[in-house]
């Protein structure tokens, strides 16, 4: 498997078969549609480095309400395009009159997405299970095209996020991601989430990660003792064992 | 402002400046700089110094000027008003508007613009320091400042001027070669050499302007040469990226990791009975995700 980064209109492939996601065909030839990373496995992907998140059917996404008619609830999804959730959508029936209760303009809530017509009309439901409104806990904002990057390899990243952190989180399409713990946890756990996305592209993250997230807690602890030398010690630990991982992970894709 | 030289090119050939006729002056990007903006760029080319932004795609008002299939790309020109010796008077001009429409159509066959229907994608390019040849300058900056907002195109454009001194054809003018010269003729092009800007200020004859387009082709491919190192540079070297790249990130496999998640945050509030039913929803979904790829 072999990755690198490409510019718009890099050619990336003479065989037109390969075209994959992100890229377009001229003249027989693959090239790149996006500044981003070039990905060839079978086909040839192009995941840009940033972007606009566009809705997408049966995405789950976070958004807050901007305006309430008197059927509909018109939420801000962090798109170019406002979302739709009709009160018909809704878990419980509504009384026109009653909609502003319900949810306020600024309230925020888990949504999916369940259908995006031609004209780029978003429609919204709230009649799936886990969608609900939010009352408690933050919402942070981050890159849609990082989203991937944060749940990780088959959800490791997220489930070790949660372990360690003791946080409940929520990650939306749209590059909205809700927490829920205590204050402390949560700021450790904003930290943490801003190193991925700037890191996104390194190896071993989430055992980096991983380490962030405890060290910091023991570090409260050891703090007085020796504060810098140990989180150096520690560093070199992770990066060379996350280098170990990767191989075998990378192994275990090819087979 | 200097008066006008004797002479553009000495003995040598060489210029004012100490540039050959067909070299252009040195330009030095850096990329992301502004953290409001989606994508942005600086960009220093000899004395010029220019800062582009890109915003959106988001929602165009007013709605009227939407375009119900496609994404509407607004470039804006401005030069401030420090950026010349005498202060030029902030605002909108005759000039400055008719740069902003051609600069706009130079990205028009780029940018693919069937991906975001009704949308606008907002480019704002401002002329910091003025040294001749600040529209091709400032399309330079766009195309990475869209680039970097992760805007989808099929290309980069970029964009030189020849003109003309001394009876003379120069590559990439500059101040008082613009100012006191016989012809200006800014050009930006597309990798394949696909023509997306031609102006014309002065004189040429047909056969000048057809060695001045050979001229300026050239040019603009070591433009592009340092527009794809600024872009390929800008996170850290290529060959270790390419092994540094943990497998975690692979895109086929983006939709399950996203079920799974799914899953997990939901196990949180829900019984372990519907989990079961969860888990074939997921498998569903997965299909279809499939289908769509």
């Not at chain 1, 259908?115 to 009352?135: A, F, P, Q, Y």
């Not at chain 2, 800008?234 to 790249?245: F, H, K, P, Q, T």
């Amino acid at each position: 498997m072999k990755r690198k980064i490409v510019y718009p209109g890099q050619m990336l492939s003479e065989n037109e078969k390969q075209a994959g996601t992100g890229t377009y065909v001229h003249e027989g030839k693959v090239y790149s549609l996006f500044y981003g990373v070039a990905n060839d496995k079978n086909r040839v992907t192009v995941v840009p480095f940033s972007g606009k998140y566009i809705p997408s059917p049966r995405d789950y996404v976070i958004g807050y309400v901007i305006e309430v008619t008197s059927s509909n609830w018109i939420f801000d999804i962090g798109s170019p395009y406002d979302g739709l959730l009709h009160v018909s959508e809704y878990p419980k029936r509504v009384d026109s009159s009653m909609m502003r209760k319900e949810i306020g303009i600024g309230d925020c809530a888990i949504l999916r997405i369940k259908d995006v017509n031609t004209s780029m009309k978003v429609e919204l439901s709230m009649k799936d299970r886990g969608l609900r409104r939010l009352d408690e806990g933050r919402i942070i904002d981050v890159s849609t095209t990082k989203v991937p990057r944060i749940i990780g390899h088959n959800g490791s990243m997220v489930s070790m996020l949660k372990k360690e952190s003791n946080c409940d989180i929520f990650i939306g399409q749209n590059g909205r991601i809700w927490l829920k713990g205590k204050d402390e946890d949560m700021n450790r756990l904003t930290q943490a989430i801003e190193i991925i996305e700037n890191k996104s592209h390194t190896s071993g993250l989430t055992n980096h990660i991983s380490a962030f997230l405890r060290y910091e807690e023991s570090d409260e602890i050891e703090e007085k003792e020796k504060p810098v030398p140990f989180t150096s010690s520690k560093k070199d630990y992770t990066e060379d064992a996350c280098r170990k991982v990767d191989v075998l992970l990378s192994d275990e894709d090819e087979n | 402002m200097s008066d006008k030289p004797e002479r553009f090119i000495d003995d040598e050939g060489l210029r004012l400046d100490g540039r050959r006729v067909d070299e252009i002056r040195p330009m030095k990007v850096e990329m992301g700089v502004l953290s409001r903006a989606d994508g942005s760029c600086y960009l220093e080319w000899g004395n010029n110094k220019v800062l582009a932004a890109v915003y959106g795609p988001r929602e165009l008002h007013p709605r009227r000027m939407q375009k119900p299939n496609e994404v509407l790309v607004r470039y804006k020109y401005n030069m401030a008003s420090f950026s010349v010796e005498d202060r030029i008077r902030p605002g909108p001009s005759r000039r400055s508007t008719e740069i902003s429409k051609v600069s706009g159509e130079a990205f028009e066959p780029v940018v693919m613009t069937q991906y975001y229907p009704g949308a606008v994608i907002d480019v704002f390019a401002e002329v910091l320091q003025a040294d001749a040849g600040t529209r091709t300058a400032a399309i330079n900056a766009a195309t990475l400042a869209l680039a970097d907002a992760g805007i989808p195109m099929k290309g980069l454009v970029s964009a030189c001027a020849v003109g003309k001194v001394d009876g003379q054809l120069v590559l990439d003018l500059n101040k008082p070669e613009d100012n006191y010269g016989q012809a200006d003729l800014p050009v930006a092009m597309t990798q394949d050499g696909e023509i997306t800007l031609l102006q014309m200020d002065g004189h040429l004859t047909p056969e000048e302007l057809e060695e001045g387009l050979e001229m300026v082709k050239k040019g603009c491919q070591q433009i592009l040469e340092i527009q794809r190192e600024a872009l390929v540079s800008r996170y850290g070297n290529e060959d270790e990226e390419a092994e540094e790249e943990s497998p975690e990130e692979v895109p086929e496999s983006e939709e399950e990791e996203e079920e799974e998640e799914r899953d997990d945050s939901f196990d949180n509030e829900e019984s372990e009975a519907e989990n079961a039913d969860e888990n074939d929803v997921t498998e569903e979904d997965e299909g279809e995700e499939d289908e769509r790829q």
